[in-house]
């Protein structure tokens, strides 16, 4: 049986952010305007996103999960930029996105997101054009699941969190999940444990997660948020869970952050149970993207 692979990146912050008017940068994005034009527009280049991009589908991967932080600041011309770029990365039943809080900046345009994306964050069984959250999407051996983190939050934070009413639903697709013989993959855009921004850009109800996948497991976990290389393990039912991080898909190395990069899993059926095996690469040379590690997660 051929490996499936699934691609994943996270974060493009897709550059260059078009020109806001003065009454849309009130409050919280007129901190994150003034953080753009003073550092992060330096950080995030198109040139280098094309470039991740186009080295992913050589490399033509059966299916591409992205786990948000689409745009910037949330500006309503910020969308329409953003959904062609997605199309140009793929269709919507070859990748699978998630929102990051980023994609949900502010209260009056936090609906955008999934109107503008629905095709590419609708389960299987969702009428078309609607979204909700949790889904599940069916790729191959893959189920994909896809948890919002995505809230608006006051300015100089950037927390995330899941919410009652995705629990309860998530607790009985995990529960459906486990008696089925899929690759479970959950798809978030917080991680579960911040070890590199702390309480200020955390996941708020992340211990409530962590015991549902202790009483009903899945098998891999992506996410973004923290624009590093990340491999934390969590407690499931029969075994313990990696948890992968990615850098932003369009940064320039700075400080302690490493430059863009993506994942690449290779997954296939090993007697009863999973082979799984992590390929990473990233931007190496200001033109040449390359191996950064490989890696057989189990």
């Known amino acids: 049986m051929t490996a499936y692979t699934l691609a994943h990146l996270s ?6 952010m078009p020109a806001a008017r003065l009454h849309q940068l009130a409050g919280k994005r007129a901190f994150g305007y003034l953080n753009w034009k003073r550092n992060r527009h330096a950080i995030h280049r198109r040139e280098v996103l094309d470039l991740l991009v186009a080295d992913m589908q050589a490399h033509q991967p059966d299916h591409i999960a992205i786990t948000g932080d689409l745009v910037n600041l949330a500006l309503p011309a910020e969308f329409a930029p953003a959904r062609r770029w997605l199309h140009s ?6 990748v699978t996105v998630v929102p990051g809080n980023h994609d949900a900046y502010v209260q009056s345009t936090r609906h955008h997101f999934g109107r503008e994306f629905a095709d590419y964050l609708c389960g299987d069984e969702a009428t078309a054009g609607s979204m909700q959250f949790p889904f599940v999407r069916h790729r191959g051996p893959l189920a994909l699941i896809g948890v919002s983190t995505a809230v608006p939050t006051a300015p100089l934070l950037a927390t995330g969190k ?7 639903a998530l607790d009985r697709l ?3 999940l486990a008696d089925t013989q899929s690759f479970r993959v959950l798809l978030i855009h917080h991680p579960l444990r911040s070890d590199h921004h702390g309480r200020f850009k955390r996941l708020t109800d992340a211990d409530e997660l962590l015991t549902a996948l202790r009483r009903h497991g899945v098998d891999l976990i992506l996410h973004g948020h923290d624009h590093v290389h990340s491999t934390m393990w969590f407690d499931g039912p029969n075994g313990r869970i990696p948890a992968i991080g990615a850098p932003s ?4 190395a700075h400080g302690h952050h490493p430059a863009a990069a993506y994942n690449m899993f290779s997954i296939e059926r090993d007697g009863s149970g999973w082979r799984c095996e992590q390929g990473v690469r990233g931007l190496l040379r200001a033109d040449h993207i390359g191996d950064v590690r490989r890696v057989r997660l189990f």
């Open 11 to 16: 974060d493009p912050h897709l550059p260059p």
């Open 89 to 94: 990365v793929g269709p919507a039943d070859r």
């Open 162 to 168: 899941i919410g009652a009413a995705q629990f309860q």
């Open 174 to 176: 995990l529960r459906q």
């Open 249 to 252: 898909a369009s940064a320039v």
